[in-house]
Each structure stands twice: as structure tokens, then as C-alpha cells.
């Protein structure tokens, strides 16, 4: 399926509006053609867009690599925490520009959708940095080090047509569909339905067009484009030899209704990748298939030659066994002849050496020799050919079982994993976990978040936490007016380990605790207060925290499980968990250690949580597992 302009208009318009205000918190490589990055935004759910030469979308899954590709490293080095600035297209050119910025810096990434389509990185001055494939043709040249250039703008701008711009048809002797689809750059699908609502003949000459159809061509084709452009939609899937997805209904057999033209996209985009994957990771497979099939055939081969040769080479020692009994006394003897020739076998001479051919084996022998004798020797090279044999098995058993690994891998590679991205809770974009009561805590994971959960989230029954000493998280234990001692010690522990306590291990430290209406928004007047910080007035309630231990757990929550990580107390309600204390290996190291145990525990549920979920649940800092398991 190919992306029309007028279509990219929209994808334009919606992701700028879906993905304002959010920083670039992750990038992965998907094929050489398409990446995948994750957006993050302190407030909001995080949003997964799909970057590929043939088109541009919001994704609900996330695909596991398939093949390398080349610009990840350099936007993975460069474009990480970058806030996306503009996503803009110049007309309905198939081009997209996609502006990131982060203080003076700017990057622009260019999407080609036209073509074979092209991924070009750009500095604030469009000189190229890097790009998927360079480009040399007439009208441009693309490559690293020179500037970027658009390719000529040759339509009519539909966005801002008139009906004026349709009377050059009447000058013309081609089919009107044919104009249509030239003048406008539309796809033959909204050129048909252009003509269809027109009511007017599409093979029907542009000299034959009346001023009447003139004007219903220019209103049918407006309001198309509109519809299209606006999001005033009727979204189908097509499913023929071909699958593709229409944002508005054109009337086509196999068609399937669906809630929006993005998740079309994105069924039919995902599947699209995913099946040129499993080509992808199976060719290889298939080219070592083969060579192992052709070895093994080999291998077979020549333990069916080696052993007929054993075999006839035993036959011709017996029948000299027997010609003494003939009277034939020795290989010289002229009745030997004779005798060879019965079993497909003579005596040759090369380069002044004797031997006995049987078929093609040759076999050094001395005519002076007995027939005894001479049969012996043969007998010999009969077991030295069958010993060979074994060896030959061996060979084709090992075959065998290197052919067996690879075909189930081969199959193993064709399964191109997907998983579906959940929709996360409100909370999840904060520091959370419910206590052993069952209420639910959430805390601040920098100064906008802290500023966020005491601005939108307190509320008159929830209970506010600091850590006594600076740099520590707020932390809300919510609606819960009588809340037990319990729930506040573990708060107040999970308040200290998410502070700067950790970091340092500072053992012995303190949290407090007071009421809503004891937090102040507001400094007071002629003094400021740094972005996350707030007024605490009256009686602070502390509580005193002896260990420095956390625990990473994943828990059922309603119909889902979720990645958390809070007081000791959740390894009772957890499905795995992981005990960790300060101090040791860095977050991604121990994030992998606590994943592979998971895995190792209930691979199922804990496979769609990624390395970047455990190091994003981790206290800041360096920490050591002590313990881990499944909860029961």
C-alpha cells in the first residue's frame, strides 16, 4: 500500500497534535527501512511512531528487530531526549519533516514516501548527516555532506485548488480520470470516486466536458480531499491479494469497517513488516538448509560407493580363493584373465606399478605373489574400505543433527515477534505501587512530575511525603483518610529509597508526612521556590527508616500485570520479585539480571516488559539483588 499526499496531510495533522509537547525517550531499529520511536512526555501516556520509506504512523505494537539499520546508532547518539518541534509537509507532497530540538540544538528528520523511499537526518541547516540510501539523479543529489533538496513540485495545490484550475481540461483530448489523476497526483481509487459522485464518464475526452461537469468534478474532488484532510472519516480495510486501508469508504468488495484510519494503518503496516521479516530471517536459514541438505546427499552417496566397492573387491578375493582350486597357482598365471574379467576387474600397469582394478579402485599388487596371498591383501583393502564407512556415518549423523537445529531455528525465525502495546494507567507514568492495604502510592520521578502529582493529583484525603534531607521525590498515599501504620511506613520507606538517600546510601535517614492542606503552591511574597518544590506549613509527621531495601515486582492488576518497584512488603502480592539494596552494579546491568530472572521464572508474563521498563522502575543509582523469586 502506498500513502497518498492527501492522506499524509491527515497522518500530519493528527501525529502533530498526539505528540506535542513529548521528548524522544527511546529509538530501535525494526528493518533498514523502519524505526520505531518512543515518545515520552511527563503527563501523558507514552506514543510509539513508526518512521519507514513507505509511510509514517501512531503503532499500538511493538515489533522486535528484524535486521540491522544503519542511521540507528547515529539518531541513538544524537536525538535521545529530544523534544519533537514540528512535524510539517510542504503541500501534499509525500514528504514529511519531522523538527526536534533540545536547547540550541536541531535536528530535522526528512521522510521520503515516494520512490523507494528514503530516511534523511538533517542539521538545522538541511545539510544531510546521514540518510538510508544516497541518491544521484538529474534534478538532485543526495548524500552525506551535501544539502538536501527536494525533488520539483509539479502539481496543482490541491489543498488550495479552484475551479478555475479545472477548465485547462476542456484544452485537452485525454480521458478525464487521466487528467484527474496527472493534474491532482491522486491515487486511481479517489480519482474513480471523483468521477463516480461527478457523475461523469472517466474515459469521457476533457474537449467533450461541459462547464457543468467541470463544476461537479471540481465540488466531488474538493469534497474528497477535504474529508480525506479533515479526519471526517469512514475508515475501511480492503482485504483482496492486496491489503490496504481507506480513510474514507469507496464502496470495494472485501471491505472491512474500523475505528480509525490510524489503526488501519497500523494493521496493515505492521503486517506488511512482519511478513517481509519472516522472508528476511528465514532466507539465511534456507541458504544453510539447503548446503546441509546437499552435504547429507553427498554423505549418503558415498557410503552406498564406498561399500559396493567394499563388496566387489571381497567378491574378487573369493574368486581368487577359488581359482586355486583351479590349479591357478600365482597372478601371473594366464587363466588369471579370464577369472578377473567374470567380476568386472583387470590388472593395469601405470608408470611400471602393478595393480588390480576392480571398477575404479586400483589396488597395488605384486604378480610374483600367490593367489592366497594376493586375495588376503585384497580382503584387507575390502575392511579398510567398510572401516571407512563408519566414519562416513558418523559424518552424515552429525549432518543429521546440525540439519534438525537449523530447521527448527528456521522455523523459529519465520515467528517475527509483536507485541501489543498496553495503554497504560494514569499512575504508571509516575513512581507507584499499592501498599500492603491495597492503596494505591504515587511519587515524583523529577520536578515536573513533582510538580505534577501535588497540582493535579492531590486531593483532600491523600497524604503527602518528603524525605528529610533535599533531593527526594513527593510522594502521595492516596484517599485514604485513616490510613494505617502500615501503609504509611511504607511510603515513607519508598520516599527515602527513591531520594538521593540511595544514591549515596545514607542508612538511617527519616520521611515525613503531612495533610493536603499543609503543602503551599505558592512562595511566599518576594521569595521564589525551584520548579518541584512546595511550602510545607505546621507539624511534620517523620518516620524513621532503618534499611534501605526495595522491591521490583510485577503484580496483577485487574486484567493486566504490571512492572513496579516499592517497599519490601510488595513481595508478598507479587507474581515475580526481585529484593535490591544500594550500591554495586548500574541500573541497566541490574536491569537485565532482574529481567532474565523473571524470564527464567514465568517467561509469559514477564516477556513484554524490555529492559528499558526495569531500568525506568529502578531507584536512581547503582544497586545489588539480593534476593529474587515468585511470589505465590
Avoid at 80 to 102: A, C, D, H, N, P
Avoid at 224 to 232: A, C, Q, R, Y
Wanted: a positive charge; proline letters at 3%; glycine letters at 6%.
Amino acid at each position: 500500500m502506498t500513502l497518498s499526499g492527501i492522506e499524509l496531510r491527515y497522518l500530519v495533522n493528527d501525529i502533530s497534535k498526539k505528540i506535542d509537547g513529548y521528548y524522544v525517550s527511546n529509538i530501535y531499529g525494526i528493518t533498514k527501512d523502519s524505526l520505531l520511536f518512543k515518545f515520552h512526555h511527563p503527563e501523558k501516556s507514552d506514543v510509539l511512531l513508526m518512521l519507514s520509506t513507505f509511510g509514517i504512523w501512531i503503532t499500538k505494537v511493538k515489533i522486535e528487530p528484524i535486521e540491522p539499520n544503519k542511521l540507528l546508532k547515529h539518531l541513538r547518539n544524537n536525538l535521545l531526549r529530544f523534544k519533537l518541534k514540528e512535524v510539517k509537509q510542504i503541500g501534499t507532497e509525500r514528504i514529511v519533516y519531522l523538527t526536534l530540538s533540545y536547547f540550541e540544538k536541531e535536528f530535522v528528520i526528512v521522510v521520503e514516501l515516494f520512490s523507494d523511499g528514503n530516511i534523511i537526518i538533517c542539521n538545522n541547516e538541511m545539510k544531510i548527516l546521514a540518510l538510508s540510501h544516497s541518491i544521484n539523479v538529474r534534478h538532485r543529489q543526495l548524500r552525506v555532506g551535501s544539502q538536501y533538496v527536494q525533488p520539483p513540485l509539479d502539481n496543482l495545490d490541491i489543498l488550495n485548488m479552484t475551479e478555475k484550475d479545472f477548465e485547462p481540461i476542456r484544452s485537452t483530448s485525454i480521458a478525464v480520470a487521466k487528467w484527474i489523476g496527472k493534474t491532482l497526483g491522486l491515487p486511481r481509487k479517489y480519482i474513480e470516486e471523483i468521477t463516480r459522485l461527478a457523475k461523469v464518464e472517466s474515459k469521457k475526452k476533457g474537449e467533450d466536458v461541459s462547464n457543468d461537469e467541470i463544476k461537479r468534478l471540481f465540488d466531488s474532488a474538493t469534497q474528497i480531499v477535504n474529508n480525506v484532510v479533515s479526519g471526517k472519516h469512514d475508515p475501511e480495510i480492503i482485504r483482496n491479494d492486496e491489503m490496504y486501508v481507506n480513510p474514507i469508504s469507496l464502496g470495494g468488495e472485501n471491505s472491512e469497517k474500523i475505528a480509525s484510519f490510524m489503526d488501519g494503518l497500523d494493521t496493515v503496516f505492521t503486517e506488511s513488516i512482519v511478513t517481509k521479516g519472516k522472508t528476511i530471517q528465514s532466507s539465511s536459514f534456507t541458504k544453510k538448509i539447503s548446503e546441509l541438505e546437499t552435504r547429507l546427499g553427498e554423505q549418503t552417496k558415498a557410503i552406498k560407493t564406498v561399500t559396493e566397492k567394499s563388496e566387489k573387491i571381497a567378491i574378487v578375493a573369493n574368486s581368487l580363493f577359488g581359482g586355486v582350486s583351479q590349479g591357478i597357482s600365482s597372478m601371473d598365471d594366464s587363466k588369471i584373465t579370464a577369472l578377473l574379467k567374470k567380476n568386472n576387474s583387470e590388472i593395469v600397469k601405470e608408470k611400471g606399478i602393478t595393480y588390480l582394478k576392480v571398477e575404479d579402485e586400483k589396488i597395488k599388487i605384486d604378480l610374483n605373489s600367490s593367489l592366497p596371498t594376493t586375495a588376503s591383501a585384497l580382503f584387507n583393502e575390502s575392511k579398510k574400505q567398510k572401516a571407512a564407512i563408519g566414519s562416513i556415518e558418523k559424518l552424515l549423523e552429525k549432518t543429521e543433527n546440525e540439519l534438525e537445529k537449523v530447521v527448527k531455528k528456521g522455523e523459529s525465525a519465520k515467528q517475527v515477534s509483536v507485541t501489543q502495546v498496553r495503554k497504560k494507567n494514569w499512575f504508571e507514568r509516575y513512581r507507584w505501587f499499592y501498599t500492603t492495604d491495597g492503596v494505591l502510592a504515587i511519587g515524583g520521578r523529577d520536578s515536573s512530575s513533582n510538580s505534577a502529582i501535588i497540582r493535579k493529583h492531590l486531593q483532600k484525603n491523600d497524604k503527602v511525603f518528603h524525605a528529610e534531607m533535599s533531593g527526594s521525590p513527593f510522594f502521595l498515599l492516596k484517599g485514604d483518610d485513616a490510613a494505617t501504620p502500615a501503609s504509611l511506613t511504607e511510603v515513607a520507606h519508598a520516599t527515602v529509597c527513591f531520594s538521593k538517600v540511595w544514591k549515596e546510601a545514607f542508612y538511617g535517614s527519616s520521611a515525613y508526612w503531612v495533610n493536603p492542606d499543609q503543602v503551599k503552591k505558592g512562595a511566599p511574597s518576594g521569595q521564589s521556590m525551584a520548579k518541584g518544590s512546595f511550602m510545607i506549613e505546621g507539624q511534620r509527621n517523620f518516620v524513621k527508616i532503618s534499611s534501605l531495601k526495595m522491591c521490583v515486582a510485577i503484580i496483577k492488576h485487574e486484567e493486566s500485570y504490571l512492572l513496579t518497584c516499592g517497599p519490601p512488603s510488595m513481595k508478598n502480592t507479587a507474581v515475580c520479585y526481585a529484593m535490591i539494596e544500594p550500591t554495586g552494579q548500574d541500573m541497566p546491568d541490574v536491569a537485565k539480571r532482574i529481567r532474565y530472572e523473571f524470564l527464567s521464572s514465568n517467561e509469559e508474563i514477564a516477556k513484554p516488559f524490555s529492559i528499558d521498563d526495569f531500568v525506568r522502575v529502578l531507584p536512581a543509582g547503582t544497586c545489588k539483588i539480593t534476593e529474587s523469586g515468585s511470589g505465590t
